[in-house]
Every structure is written in C-alpha cells, then in structure tokens.
C-alpha cells in the first residue's frame, strides 16, 4: 500500500486518531502477541470498561500536543455512541467530526474535506455502543499511575500498526489518550474540565463538505 497523503497524515494525527498504514499479518500477529495480565492489571481494564460503557455524553477543552512538541486545543463533545466532535481553536480551525459512522474532517486553510469508516480509528473504542476491551484489541500494558492508571492496546482485528494509550484518573474518569503512529511519533490529547452533560445539539454532529455549494454538483 502507497504512504498516507500528507493531508491525511496531519488531519487525522491533529485529531489523535492516527490512521496507520497497513502491514503484513506475520508483523500483526508478532504485535498481537502480549503477555497475560494479572488480577489487579485486569480490575483496572474492568474498571475502565465499565466507566467508559456508562458514559453518556460529555464536553469539555483539549489539549493536543504533536511529536515535535507542538501544541493546539479546543472543544471537544462527545454523545455515546459513535458521535464526537473536536473543534480546533483558530488560526487551525480543524473540524473532526463522528456522526456514528464516519469520521469526517474539514480543513479550512487546506480547504481539504476526508471522510474514514469510524471502525478504522482507535476512536472507535471508546465510542462503541458495547465497550470489549477484551475483544478486538489486545492490551498491551496496564499500568499504574500516580493519580490513576493507563491501558494501552493494539487493534487485534485489522492489520493496522499503531497503538493507542487511554488515560484515566482513580475515579475512574477519562483524562485524554495516546496515539503512537507506524513511526513511533506520538500524538498525546489531554482532556480538560471534561463533564457529563446531556442535550447536546444533533448538530454538532454532522459535518458535510463545506465546498459544496447548494445548487452546485
């Protein structure tokens, strides 16, 4: 498979979902391959599912800083399941958006619009309808952190090379996550003032391509 175009690799590494490209089923299985947990390592991934499977919706500020050390925020909304949106503060002006299905994304300096099937984004874990961390994803690591304790987990399913790393605090709540890309470049989302809400308006959700104009083809 051919590279990811250079607009595909910003956007989606803005939005800490990291996309990687595709590698052989010997190198999935040699990645796959993690040694089992113990009983305190597994409370911990039980404890996280079943947090993460009660959550609702919820909102609140990010922080994201690239692998040169780069750092962006914004909003972010979340309604579970399938639905987010990550909202760049400007001159970025990124827009990330899931709407169940997809992940779409708007880039209004680039004036590039690319859409991706949710199901190939590490995002689709923690927006699923039925939260598995024992089914798709092999846990690579638990471990435990001065105010709480990470997961980290490879896709199990689909030959993609990359990891992602989820935060949480000893409550537990979500406190941001990790994307390591193909290269080793990390991507870290700090999540900020993050609250339970409800309501949310259905149009946060929805992200069409903004060059479209009514009326044009």
Avoid: C, H
């Amino acid at each position: 498979m051919t590279d990811m175009t250079p607009t595909r690799r910003l956007i989606l590494a803005t939005a800490g979902f990291g996309l990687a490209a595709a590698f052989s089923g010997q190198a999935l299985a040699a990645q796959a391959s993690a040694p089992a947990l113990s009983a305190e390592e597994r409370a911990l991934v039980d404890k996280a599912t079943a947090y993460i499977q009660t959550l609702g919706s919820a909102k609140g500020r990010f922080i994201q800083t690239d692998a040169r050390g780069g750092q962006t925020q914004g909003d972010f909304y979340l309604q579970r399941p399938g639905k987010a949106r990550f909202a760049y503060d400007g001159p970025a002006g990124l827009l990330v958006v899931s709407n169940g299905n997809n992940v779409n994304l708007f880039d209004p300096r680039l004036k590039t619009y690319e859409s991706y099937p949710l199901s190939r984004t590490p995002l689709a874990l923690l927006l699923a309808r039925e939260v598995r961390l024992d089914r798709g994803v092999t846990i690579t690591g638990v471990r435990k952190l001065l105010d709480g304790f990470s997961i980290t987990a490879v896709d199990a399913k689909r030959q993609t090379l990359g990891r992602i790393q989820l935060d949480f605090s000893s409550a537990p709540a979500l406190t941001g996550w990790t994307v390591t890309d193909v290269k080793g470049g990390e991507t870290r989302v700090r999540l900020v003032g993050f609250e339970k809400t409800s309501g949310l308006d259905p149009k946060l959700f929805v992200l069409t391509d903004p060059r479209r104009r009514v009326g044009k083809p």
